[in-house]
């Protein structure tokens, strides 16, 4: 079975093919954003519509396929930026009209969520911890359209924290490898930055405060010129910390209430080397097993979208060709059909 997979929520044009859980190509774009300092929709749609079919073409060139020979289509339907949604959905319908194929809208959220599966066969039902640039979830995950929330952000994603620092750092966007490659040579308790929520016993999180008290440390030192490469180091080493300290301490209530044992992160804060090694002792030393797919799953890719659709068709999830394109879409508010 041969299933595309079309990504477009964001700043990554990605498409890929994926047969009998392997890749068989895979095609991205990342989107230069650093001039806004953050993702800026109209220019992503802009740069979406202008480089779809050059990522197709190279698509169908790398892996030696045509849209004749498909199974099957995913596009991603939401959450994410209309603008940029509606270009790969629009590009989807085309294609499955024309070439009469069964199509999935996708939940960006959930394809990131069932990635694990196809790295590391993980079964159902699992935790999850989802960690993207928008969205910053707890979750139990039962099967396919099957989520019960435990927690989420009260207002900023951790991604969004993250990136904002990074900007005050005068870093690029995306803020995360920015950060990550800053901290590799400084000490994790050289600054001590407030620990989100760290008196309430819940799954939820909250990233702006950190987020304020980041920024606020950072303007205040750098006023009389900007910080020293080994001061830079202890920061970020430090603000990468005090977010491990919050998702272990909250990893932990979810992994006590809900009695689970697997849990996967994902997202593409998930591919940061020192969250996964603080999450994975955290799990190991509760009896549990963290599951992480690949880096590079981690993040927005087409295959994660792919594989979706495989699994929404093995799951005997109708196909449709008329659905709309969701800004926001709560991943309780799936239904399994
Ligand atoms: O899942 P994703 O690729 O896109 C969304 O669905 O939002 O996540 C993007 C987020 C950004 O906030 C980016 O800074 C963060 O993932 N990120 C990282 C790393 N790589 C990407 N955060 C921390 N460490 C990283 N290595
Ligand atoms: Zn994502």
């Known amino acids: 079975m041969l299933f595309l997979g079309i990504e477009s929520s964001c700043d990554e044009t990605a498409a890929a093919l994926v047969c009998h859980g392997r890749i068989l190509g895979h095609q991205i774009h990342r989107q230069d954003h ?12 802009r740069e979406h519509m202008a480089f779809l079919p050059h990522v197709m073409d190279a698509l169908w060139a790398e892996s030696g396929c045509g849209p004749q020979d498909l199974d099957g289509i995913g596009v991603t339907a939401g959450p994410g930026l209309v603008g ?10 085309g294609m499955a009209c024309r070439w009469n194929k069964p199509l999935w809208p996708v939940h960006h959220l959930e394809a990131h969520a069932l990635m694990a599966r196809y790295d590391c066969d993980v079964l159902f039902p699992y935790g999850l911890l989802l960690l993207s640039g928008g969205h910053c979830v707890m979750a139990e995950v039962s099967g396919v359209h099957q989520y019960k929330i435990l927690g989420q952000t009260y207002d900023d994603a951790a991604g969004e924290c993250i990136d904002k620092v990074a900007r005050a750092l005068g870093g690029p966007y995306p803020g995360g490898p920015f950060i990550q490659q800053c901290a590799e040579n400084g000490d994790p308790y050289a600054i001590t ?12 999180f909250s990233f702006s405060g950190l987020k304020t008290a980041c920024i606020q440390w950072i303007a205040k030192n750098q006023i009389n010129g900007p910080l020293s490469a080994s001061t830079k180091a202890d920061f970020c080493a430090s603000f990468q910390r005090t977010i491990a300290e919050t998702l272990c301490q909250r990893l932990q209530y979810a992994m006590i209430d809900s009695g689970l044992k697997h849990w ?34 981690c993040t927005d890719n087409g295959a994660m979208i792919a594989w ?10 109708k196909p449709d060709l008329f659905f709309p394109v969701r800004a926001h879409w709560p991943l309780d508010q799936l239904k399994p059909t």
């Open 34 to 45: 650093r001039a806004f300092g953050g993702v800026m929709p109209q220019f992503a749609a």
């Open 193 to 204: 930055l407030p620990i989100p929520l760290h008196k309430e016993r819940s799954s939820s």
């Open 308 to 317: 979706a659709a495989a699994e929404y068709y093995a799951a005997g999830q």
């Open 84 to 93: 940029g949604l509606l270009v790969g959905i629009l590009w989807a319908k």
């Open 264 to 297: 996967v992160i994902s997202g593409g804060v998930a591919s940061n080397t020192y969250f996964r090694s603080r999450l994975h002792d955290l799990c190991h030393n509760l009896g549990g097993q963290l599951i992480a797919p690949k880096p590079e799953h």
